[in-house]
């Protein structure tokens, strides 16, 4: 059950990751964000940290530090990929 919650995590901060990718890459343009999209990103985190919970509350570490990790591993991985596509 902890490697499930665990794969559950990195899976939906990996997720997380494209969805911030995509919410603020009008910010970067200098356009102003849409509200809905920044409100999409809430029920991810929301939706997987409750699951944990209801199913069990020993379970939420895992959770929480698989989805941070996938974060790190996602944002990583696209820092690696932008700098090859540069050179």
Known sequence: ?????????????????F?????????S????PSALMLF???PI??????GC?????????FAGGGFCGGLVLSAAANLLIEKKKKD
Do not use: D
């Open 53 to 61: 919970a209801m199913i069990n509350v020993k379970l939420l570490p």
């Open 29 to 32: 343009e200098g356009k102003n």
């Open 19 to 27: 969805l911030l990718r995509r919410v603020l890459r009008p910010i």
């Open 40 to 42: 999409s990103q809430l």
């Open 1 to 17: 059950m902890v490697f499930a919650a665990l794969i559950a995590g990195i899976v939906c901060g990996i997720g997380q990751f």
């Open 45 to 50: 985190p929301v939706v997987l940290l409750l």
